[in-house]
């Protein structure tokens, strides 16, 4: 019986080799950590005031209002263009070409605010839109009614 009280009392005391084992996983998990922090002189960001002036010169797209009436005449920013009877409206067609060509140069996009009246006959709309895809412009925008401020 004095065996099984003897290994009961004894004392093992601290124990170091367990703990020597934890502090080298921490240490080799830190190892392992550091190579992967990615070091501050190579995040690629812009602050303000870094760029040249040239480049913050934002070029405003080119905002042209077209306006069918009811008996079919066209305007462009209140110029008056193709008559009713003209299908394939020849010089509409013409400035939007030479629009387009021009903000293509300059870097810059052409918008459209195709404007109607609510009996506006549909075959006229189509005639304008003809117009718009033979000039390559795309960035349509239709209203219906005029606007009153």
Do not use: C, W
């Amino acid at each position: 019986m004095k065996r099984h009280e003897d290994t009961e009392n004894i004392n093992l005391g601290f124990q170091i080799a367990p703990m020597i084992d934890v502090v080298f996983v921490i240490m080799l998990f830190f190892m392992v950590m550091a190579g992967a922090v990615k070091v501050e002189h190579e995040l690629k960001i812009a602050l303000p005031g870094s760029t040249p002036p040239q480049a913050t010169q934002l070029e405003l797209p080119d905002e042209i209002t077209i306006a069918i009436s009811e008996d079919g005449s066209v305007t462009m920013n209140e110029e008056e263009f193709d008559t009713a009877a003209d299908k394939k409206l020849p010089r509409l067609t013409g400035d939007l070409i030479k629009l387009k060509k021009d903000a293509d140069a300059r870097g810059s996009k052409v918008l459209i605010t195709l404007q109607t009246e609510e009996q506006t006959k549909y075959e006229r709309i189509i005639d304008v839109l003809n117009a718009l895809a033979l000039a390559h412009i795309a960035n349509i925008t239709f209203t219906v009614g005029s606007e009153e401020l």
